[in-house]
Protein backbone atom coordinates (compact mmCIF):
# COMPACT_ATOMS: atom_id res chain seq x y z
CA UNK A 1 0.00 0.00 0.00
CA UNK A 2 3.10 2.19 0.60
CA UNK A 3 4.36 2.15 -2.43
CA UNK A 4 1.24 2.60 -4.57
CA UNK A 5 0.92 6.24 -3.11
CA UNK A 6 4.31 6.81 -3.75
CA UNK A 7 3.91 6.16 -7.24
CA UNK A 8 0.94 7.68 -7.53
CA UNK A 9 3.05 10.56 -6.48
CA UNK A 10 5.84 10.08 -8.68
CA UNK A 11 3.44 9.92 -11.47
CA UNK A 12 1.56 13.37 -10.54
CA UNK A 13 5.08 15.24 -9.68
CA UNK A 14 5.81 13.57 -13.76
CA UNK A 15 2.73 14.63 -15.15
CA UNK A 16 3.22 18.29 -13.60
CA UNK A 17 6.58 18.35 -14.85
CA UNK A 18 5.39 17.51 -18.05
CA UNK A 19 2.43 20.12 -18.24
CA UNK A 20 5.01 22.67 -16.97
CA UNK A 21 7.50 22.46 -19.81
CA UNK A 22 4.46 22.32 -22.15
CA UNK A 23 3.11 25.40 -21.35
CA UNK A 24 6.75 27.11 -21.02
CA UNK A 25 6.77 25.92 -24.69
CA UNK A 26 3.83 27.23 -26.14
CA UNK A 27 3.54 30.78 -24.33
CA UNK A 28 7.51 30.76 -25.60
CA UNK A 29 6.52 29.49 -29.48
CA UNK A 30 3.14 32.05 -29.27
CA UNK A 31 5.27 35.31 -28.11
CA UNK A 32 8.19 34.18 -30.65
CA UNK A 33 7.12 36.85 -33.07
CA UNK A 34 5.95 39.48 -30.51
CA UNK A 35 9.53 39.48 -29.06
CA UNK A 36 10.91 42.94 -30.56
CA UNK A 37 14.86 43.31 -29.71
CA UNK A 38 16.16 47.03 -29.35
CA UNK A 39 19.35 47.95 -31.26
CA UNK A 40 21.50 51.37 -31.82
CA UNK A 41 22.32 52.03 -35.73
CA UNK A 42 26.02 51.11 -34.27
CA UNK A 43 25.02 47.40 -33.68
CA UNK A 44 23.37 47.07 -36.90
CA UNK A 45 26.71 47.92 -38.59
CA UNK A 46 28.74 45.57 -36.41
CA UNK A 47 26.73 42.85 -37.04
CA UNK A 48 24.09 43.56 -39.74
CA UNK A 49 21.02 41.07 -38.83
CA UNK A 50 19.00 38.70 -40.62
CA UNK A 51 16.88 40.32 -43.42
CA UNK A 52 13.61 38.39 -42.04
CA UNK A 53 14.35 39.84 -38.29
CA UNK A 54 11.92 42.10 -36.68
CA UNK A 55 13.47 44.34 -34.53
CA UNK A 56 13.65 48.10 -33.33
CA UNK A 57 15.87 50.79 -34.39
CA UNK A 58 16.69 54.01 -31.88
CA UNK A 59 18.44 57.14 -31.86
CA UNK A 60 18.58 60.55 -33.51
CA UNK A 61 17.09 61.73 -36.65
CA UNK A 62 20.36 63.37 -38.76
CA UNK A 63 19.89 66.63 -39.29
CA UNK A 64 18.80 67.41 -43.34
CA UNK A 65 18.48 63.91 -43.57
CA UNK A 66 14.80 63.55 -43.99
CA UNK A 67 13.46 63.27 -47.93
CA UNK A 68 9.49 63.07 -48.89
CA UNK A 69 9.31 60.48 -51.68
CA UNK A 70 6.13 59.80 -54.11
CA UNK A 71 2.70 59.85 -51.52
CA UNK A 72 3.40 59.09 -48.36
CA UNK A 73 7.38 57.27 -48.28
CA UNK A 74 9.89 59.24 -46.31
CA UNK A 75 13.41 58.16 -46.00
CA UNK A 76 15.71 59.78 -43.53
CA UNK A 77 19.35 58.81 -41.56
CA UNK A 78 19.31 57.77 -37.94
CA UNK A 79 22.20 58.52 -36.14
CA UNK A 80 23.59 57.66 -32.67
CA UNK A 81 27.09 59.29 -32.99
CA UNK A 82 28.84 56.36 -33.89
CA UNK A 83 27.05 55.38 -36.86
CA UNK A 84 24.09 56.15 -39.42
CA UNK A 85 21.36 53.63 -40.70
CA UNK A 86 19.25 54.38 -43.58
CA UNK A 87 15.35 54.37 -42.93
CA UNK A 88 12.49 54.27 -44.96
CA UNK A 89 8.83 54.98 -44.18
CA UNK A 90 5.64 54.08 -45.30
CA UNK A 91 2.75 55.82 -43.61
CA UNK A 92 2.09 59.29 -41.83
CA UNK A 93 4.49 60.03 -39.38
CA UNK A 94 4.16 61.39 -35.52
CA UNK A 95 2.95 64.74 -35.40
CA UNK A 96 6.70 65.19 -33.17
CA UNK A 97 8.84 63.88 -36.04
CA UNK A 98 11.32 65.94 -36.83
CA UNK A 99 15.55 66.08 -37.45
CA UNK A 100 17.83 65.86 -34.12
CA UNK A 101 15.10 64.33 -32.23
CA UNK A 102 14.76 60.63 -30.12
CA UNK A 103 12.54 57.75 -32.55
CA UNK A 104 12.95 54.53 -32.21
CA UNK A 105 11.39 52.32 -35.41
CA UNK A 106 10.41 48.91 -36.21
CA UNK A 107 11.13 46.66 -38.85
CA UNK A 108 13.67 44.68 -40.76
CA UNK A 109 17.15 45.36 -42.19
CA UNK A 110 16.90 45.09 -45.49
CA UNK A 111 19.82 45.65 -48.39
CA UNK A 112 21.60 48.32 -46.23
CA UNK A 113 18.51 50.08 -45.32
CA UNK A 114 16.02 49.67 -42.66
CA UNK A 115 12.82 49.39 -43.58
CA UNK A 116 10.27 50.73 -40.87
CA UNK A 117 6.54 49.68 -40.52
CA UNK A 118 6.24 51.65 -37.41
CA UNK A 119 8.01 55.02 -36.59
CA UNK A 120 7.78 56.06 -32.61
CA UNK A 121 8.83 59.56 -31.63
CA UNK A 122 9.96 61.40 -28.29
CA UNK A 123 5.96 62.61 -26.78
CA UNK A 124 7.43 66.32 -25.02
CA UNK A 125 10.77 68.10 -25.11
CA UNK A 126 12.55 66.13 -22.26
CA UNK A 127 11.58 62.48 -23.50
CA UNK A 128 13.53 60.50 -24.92
CA UNK A 129 12.90 56.22 -25.16
CA UNK A 130 15.66 54.47 -22.36
CA UNK A 131 17.05 52.28 -24.85
CA UNK A 132 17.73 55.41 -27.64
CA UNK A 133 19.46 57.16 -24.08
CA UNK A 134 21.33 54.36 -23.48
CA UNK A 135 22.64 54.09 -26.54
CA UNK A 136 23.62 57.64 -27.14
CA UNK A 137 25.39 57.20 -24.09
CA UNK A 138 27.90 54.68 -24.64
CA UNK A 139 28.29 56.68 -28.12
CA UNK A 140 29.16 60.14 -25.75
CA UNK A 141 26.71 61.81 -27.49
CA UNK A 142 23.84 61.95 -25.46
CA UNK A 143 23.37 64.99 -22.72
CA UNK A 144 20.84 65.24 -20.81
CA UNK A 145 18.87 68.29 -20.06
CA UNK A 146 19.59 69.96 -16.31
Request: no cysteine; aromatic share 8%.
Given at each position: ?19 LVTATVLIG ?89 EILAKHDETYMPKE ?15
Open positions: MKTLKKQRRIQVLALTAVAYAMRDGINFFRSPSQVMEEAPQPNEVFRLGGLVEEGSIIRGQGETVSFSVTDGGATVAVTFTGVLPDLFAENQGMIGTGRYVNGVFEATVADALKEQGVFKPDS
